[in-house]
């Protein structure tokens, strides 16, 4: 019979931990979320310490994606009032850095909508803005790249290359039908081998189920990713999942989160989308889940909570930035 605490020291030493031990993590009774949540901050105190990890984004090109994502406002098969525009100009990329240093960013992510970049000027801008990016970590969300593109990126200086597989392979169909679960596989292994760090998560409450969570947990586990983002699903009117799914509740969000620190206790774990308006007052638990970074700032679409929020919030929960 499973029990938490010879998992939490499997964890605590580095031993994998199976799919059917991970599945009884994120089924913890809530009358033993106290003692998770115990378990999972001393796997993440050990492993990454206290420093919480700050990531500051700009969108660069927004709205107008062909993918057919069904949390997404920026995709042309949904009827959002999102601002679409195409590629921001290098000077606006690099301005908006400015104001990812004044809120503490460790790390700048130039994000743009759309499948890829086969827009060469486009691609251009991203790469001279790469070059001039300094003293702050250098990461990009551009899509489904070539390695050709990502040993371009990686030449202009970029550190980390952000791709989220989003959800689970069995779930993948669910949520997208215009490009595949293996074009994500092929990208990461592509940034991978062209030498660059990578951040791939997931987003949640979409309507998968709970072993479909742990699957993808496995999966960027086996992968070996840097850092993984947990966005939580923030339905917005006009996407084909408002108003359908259930709201997930901050319970089954901090087992989530305590989840994937027991299956990846050195990595840098996020929780970014959807914390706000899914969470509230509850927030600053993440930290005791197992989270170890944040969004500082607004989102592609929607905004995030006040920067001076945020900053108190860590230091209230005795951590650093």
Excluded at 47 to 54: E, Q
Excluded at 156 to 180: I, Q, R, V, Y
Excluded at 207 to 227: F, T
């Amino acid at each position: 019979m499973l029990t938490l605490e010879p998992l939490y020291k499997k964890a605590l030493n580095l031993k994998a931990l199976t799919f059917e031990e991970a599945l009884f993590i994120i089924n913890t009774p809530d009358n033993n979320l106290v003692q998770l949540l115990e378990y999972a901050n001393e796997i993440k105190l050990k492993h990454v310490g206290k420093k919480v990890l700050l990531c500051g984004i700009i969108n660069a090109r927004s709205g107008k994606c062909s993918e057919d994502c069904s949390f997404c406002a920026q995709s042309t098969f949904h009827s959002t009032d999102i601002k679409s525009y195409p590629m921001l100009s290098k000077k606006e990329i690099l301005k908006s850095i400015h104001t990812a240093k004044e809120n503490h960013a460790h790390n700048f992510s130039i994000v743009t909508s759309g499948k890829g970049m086969a827009n060469k000027k486009d691609f251009e801008t991203i790469l001279e803005s790469i070059k001039e990016i300094k003293s702050i970590g250098r990461c990009a969300s551009l899509g489904i790249l070539s390695k050709k593109q990502l040993v371009q990126l990686k030449s202009a200086g970029l550190d980390k290359f952000h791709h989220n597989l989003e959800t689970a392979e069995s779930f993948f169909p669910n949520m997208c039908t215009t490009h595949t679960y293996s074009d994500r596989i092929k990208t990461i292994n592509n940034a991978k081998e062209a030498g660059l760090e990578v951040c791939s998560g997931g987003i949640f409450g979409i309507g998968e189920s709970i072993p479909q969570r742990v699957e993808l947990g496995i999966a960027l586990r086996d992968l070996k990713i840097n850092s993984v983002p947990i966005n939580i699903l923030h339905p917005i009117n006009g996407t084909k999942l408002y108003g359908k799914v259930k709201k997930m509740e901050t319970p089954d969000i901090l087992k989530l989160i305590a989840t994937f620190r027991f299956l990846m206790p050195t990595i840098i774990l996020g929780v970014i989308g959807g914390r706000e308006v899914n969470m509230g007052n509850n927030q600053s638990k993440i930290f005791t889940a197992g989270a170890n970074s944040i969004m500082i700032g607004d989102y592609l679409t929607t905004s995030g909570n006040s920067v001076e929020s945020d900053l108190r919030m860590i230091k209230d929960a005795r951590l650093t930035y």
